[in-house]
Nanobody
């Protein structure tokens, strides 16, 4: 059974930084493109960033480009989202997921990790 586990969230002041981690059991993350998503209260879940399985190609939503960086560790067992210069509008629950070839979320969602940006 595949389980996705997100961690690293918390309360951070505007302009601060956080690093989120995504780990998985039951699958090898290195074999998949992986994406970070977020869902703010009352809003639909949205894609934030993706990293490919092969060449490390990345994609960012316009709202986070230049501030967030997605990466994998050398063993490709964890995917990270470095969040810099965070803004109140980044407040959301953040989720990760492996992607299908059609770039859709492949597995059931984990519990996510809450990021709250407030002074």
């Amino acid at each position: 059974q595949v389980q996705l586990v997100e961690s690293g969230g918390g309360l951070v002041q505007p302009g601060g930084s956080l690093r989120l981690s995504c780990a998985a059991s039951g699958l090898t993350l290195a074999e998949y493109a992986v994406a970070w998503f977020r869902q703010a209260p009352g809003k639909e879940r949205e894609g934030v960033s993706t990293i490919s399985d092969s060449n490390g190609k990345t994609w960012y939503a316009d709202s986070v480009r230049g501030r967030f960086t997605i990466s994998r560790d050398n063993a490709w067992k964890t995917v990270y989202l470095q969040m810099n210069d965070v803004k109140p509008e980044d407040t959301a629950t953040y989720y990760c997921n492996a992607l299908t070839s059609a770039e859709e979320p492949k597995y059931n969602w984990g519990q996510g990790t809450q990021v709250t940006v407030a002074s």
